[in-house]
């Protein structure tokens, strides 16, 4: 309960792996009241921007209420049947593995086990993988070559307790920022706690880090196979525990191989890490995916690993290598089989005891006794017809696979294509024949683990709208029908649940760490109240940790160290495509937006796609400051705004893999990235392509805001969510003939009264729309990168609004600048001001003056760089800051 004496349910953050508790609270007009929840281990009440503004991205505009056949909405069993009798005729026609499904580690378990059991135990095939393909593979295959099996040692309280973080490949501060808030947290009560970031970008991440490591992309394995290699020259391997490792003689011979010059760092840079590592018991090493998404990012998690096993760093109080998931139940999905080589409890496909034992459970007809198509090598299957029924469920292929344009492609040529969505506006469900509409985050229950094996219920707060239904049941349903009553007559996740529980016992039998049985017996009632717990829950280790005492899960029993080499890319830079392009995530935006671009506070942090580029870079090829580049490479090519900045090094580039064909389809930076793989885990290379950069030869652009919605049809186009309605950035390489009929147009407003004010001299052209004296929409177009206040412009639809075309604020009202702080709506114009002005000289003095950074504080990382800009300018340009 709070406060208004309304009940508060328990839930779980709908994002990142971090996990966070929340607490919800219907707000009686559809919408939910969401604060972090002060009992959850995981964040003990604090929640980042994302999980804060859940509450704006609830709304049901938009949403997928009803099945859809073709584009026809429907019943459900008529929807249903046309499922299972497909799936059924295409199975019968070409076998079970001429079908397929594609699922994501933002379902939950329950969801995830019926689709698995589906899949493996009764239509027979292994082919269901997971977007965890693109996102934890590697860290799978590292832990399994290393411990026999698929284990987080750690703990979040590690990070607490350690002396020394390093972070590589991890921008922690801006997709884990509750664990990055409870990192800063303890260095400040702690100061010997030191901070290590290993990125070749400069991220927010690096404002907390004593030393950055900005190694050349794709150089870890080089960097830890030094580490190694000084680790045994210093004497810091720890020899009583060689007796529970093998292979350090070869792993050690192979890495003094190795030279990590190749990181590109100098050498006393190299020492002073080195050094740190060595002589600090207490560390943590986290890593994401700067290390997985790589052709060698399975050798990359093992030359970490390596260094943990050689010290015993591992498994022990603040000290040990922690792997930070990205989706809600990416590990979830790991546990449950998700992965097209995994059976379910971390039993093993091939192995045969397994097998019999998991179909005996099942009581099923069949099992597959080969590993299934993993993401890459399935959508290639797809597109070559080798798949003829294909199911995606939580996740959005054509946006988010490498060859993303072939991927859509195949998709669209699929002879029958089921998407289950909470909404028809994505790349992939437009392609779909059948639209299933499924309960979303805040109305459906289940569990999900979390990066450091907490498993916590998500619970329904909501009614289902319209004809929604949860995940498990549209899978039930189909499995039904599809001729297996018994086996899918589930009636509550709390059932499911029970069943995954008591499966989890067998593989406890067969020694599986993975073991949560001591839950197979919860009532509805106790599952309903399920408290978050770690696993495994049942046997010795319950609720402990894992390795400290040497126990592995080998055949021998002992850890394995595996000798590793650097290897360079598969794709290398060549004078046709000279740089390395790096993709990833920004702060307030979630994968393909189709949740997080609903709300205008976090659509304000960054607008707009674009590609950061080192000043000398863009000298050389003639890119000015918020011009847009032309960024191509042998598959595919995007536009992205230019933003020029050191923060990454020459030759290589960053882009923000969110925009879709939804929200600017020229920049879906997948379909730049080929579709090269790690060869142990499948992985794509998502972080690797190799590409060309061009100034865009625009002709013009634009820039516009709407009470409505609006139609662009340009080149480049990139709309965002605005308090006052939505915004809109522009270019073309061939202007309309007539700019008022083509702002009409845009906003369908074939009538409304219109100012149009030309500069000839500028060529450029203002026109905005009102109606009964308020501002309807305006459109600002320009030869030259639009110059108007944006933050200030975006606030007018829908007010009286006689000056808009100034595009800029009246003098006696400040222009805040682009949003820094999402939750206060405070600008960076606003907090420039307050530093100098106000003399506000840390975070927490910006903080107490302005309320930026005091709510969730993911913004102060950035607070912290803009304290340091102020001292020290920085040539960075950004398309807001070139006005
Ligand atoms: N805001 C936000 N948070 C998220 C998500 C989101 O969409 N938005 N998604 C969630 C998901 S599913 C995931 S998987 C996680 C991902 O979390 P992270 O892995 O932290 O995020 P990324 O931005 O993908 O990549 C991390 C860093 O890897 C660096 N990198 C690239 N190449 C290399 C290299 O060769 N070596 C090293 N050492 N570093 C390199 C990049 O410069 C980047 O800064 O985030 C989760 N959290
Ligand atoms: N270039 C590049 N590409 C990448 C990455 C990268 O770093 N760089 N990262 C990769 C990684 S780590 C990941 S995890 C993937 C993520 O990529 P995706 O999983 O493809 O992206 P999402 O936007 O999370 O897709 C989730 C979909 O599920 C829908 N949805 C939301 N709630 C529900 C629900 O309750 N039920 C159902 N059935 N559907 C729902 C959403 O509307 C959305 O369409 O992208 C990968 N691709
Ligand atoms: S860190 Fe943010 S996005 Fe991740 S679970 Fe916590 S509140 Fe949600
Ligand atoms: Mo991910």
Known sequence: MDGSGLPEIRSTCAYCGVGCGVLLRPDGAGGLDVRGDPAHPANKGRLCSKGSQLGETLGLAGRLLAPRVNGIETGWDAALDLVALRFRETIAEHGPDSVAFYVSGQMLTEDYY??????????????????????????????????????????????????????????????????????????????????VVVDPRRTATC????????????????????????????????????????????????????????????????????DLFVRTEKVVTVFSQGVNQSSSGTDKVNSILNCHLATGRIGKPGMGPLSVTGQPNAMGGREVGGLANMLACHLDIENISHRSAVREFWSSPTIPDKPGLKAVDLFQAVGEGRIKALWVIHTNPAVTMPDADCVRDAIKDCPFVVVSDITAATDTARLAHVLLPATAWGEKEGTVTNSDRTISRQRAALPAPGAAKPDWEILSEVGRRMGWPSAFDYASPAEIFREYAALSGIAGGFGKDFDISGHAGLTDGEYG???????????????????????????????????????????????????????????????????????????????????????????????????????????????????????????????????????????????????????????????????????????????????????????????????????????????????????????????????????????????????????????????????????????????????????????DQPDPGPVVCACFNVGVNTILDGIETQGLMSVDAIGAALQAGTNCGSCRPELAALLARAKAPSPEVSPEAAE
């Open 114 to 195: 019926v689709a698995n059991k589906l899949m493996k135990g009764f239509i027979g095939s292994a082919n269901i993988d997971t977007n965890s393909r693109l996102c934890m593979a590697s860290t799978v295959a590292g832990h399994k070559r290393a411990f026999g099996t698929d284990t987080v040692p750690g703990t979040y309280e590690d990070l607490e307790e350690a002396d020394l973080v390093v972070l590589v490949g991890s921008n922690l501060a801006w997709c884990h920022p509750v664990l990055f808030q409870r990192v800063v947290a303890a260095k400040k009560a702690r100061p010997n706690l030191k901070v």
């Open 207 to 274: 404002d907390a880090a004593d030393l950055h490591l900005p190694l050349k992309a794709g150089t870890d394995v080089a960097l830890f196979n030094g580490l190694l290699t000084e680790i045994a020259v210093q004497g810091a391997a720890d020899e009583a525990f060689m007796a529970h490792v093998e292979g350090f003689d070869a792993t050690l011979e192979s890495a003094s191989d190795d030279d990590p010059a190749r990181t590109g760092l100098d050498a006393a840079t190299l020492q002073q890490f080195y």
């Open 529 to 811: 109240a399920l408290a978050p717990f770690r696993w495994p829950y049942a046997g010795a280790r319950k609720g402990g940790r894992f390795f400290g005492d040497g126990a592995f899960y080998t055949e021998s029993g002992r850890a394995r160290m595996v000798p590793v080499k650097w290897k360079d890319f598969a794709n290398k830079t060549a004078p046709r495509f000279p740089f390395r392009f790096n993709t990833g995530r920004i702060r307030d935006q979630w994968h393909t937006m189709t949740r997080t671009a609903r709300s205008p506070r976090l659509s304000a942090h960054l607008a707009e796609p674009f590609v950061e580029i080192h000043p000398a870079d863009a000298a050389e090829l003639a890119i000015a400051p918020a011009s847009l580049v032309r960024v191509s490479s042998n598959r595919g090519s995007a536009l992205l705004r230019a933003l020029i900045t050191d923060k990454v090094q020459p030759g290589e580039v960053f882009a923000p893999m969110h925009w879709t064909g939804e929200t600017a389809p020229a920049a879906r930076v997948d379909a730049l990235v080929p579709p090269v793989t790690d060869p142990i885990s499948g992985q794509p290379e998502s972080k690797g392509a190799v590409v060309a950069l061009a100034p865009f030869e625009a002709k013009w652009y634009g820039f516009a805001v709407s009470c409505t919605e609006m139609a662009p049809e340009s080149d480049y186009w990139a709309v965002a969510r605005t308090h006052s309605g939505w915004q809109v950035e522009m270019a073309g390489s061939t202007a309309p003939a007539d700019w008022e009929a083509e702002a009409r147009r845009l906003f369908d407003l074939p009538r409304a009264e219109a100012q149009v004010v030309h500069d000839p001299r500028r060529g450029s052209v203002r026109i905005a729309f009102h109606a009964e004296g308020r501002l309807l929409a305006a459109l600002f177009v320009s030869p030259e990168p639009v110059v108007v206040m944006r933050s200030h412009v975006a606030t007018l639809p829908g007010d009286e609004a006689p000056h808009v075309l100034t595009g800029r604020a009246p003098a």
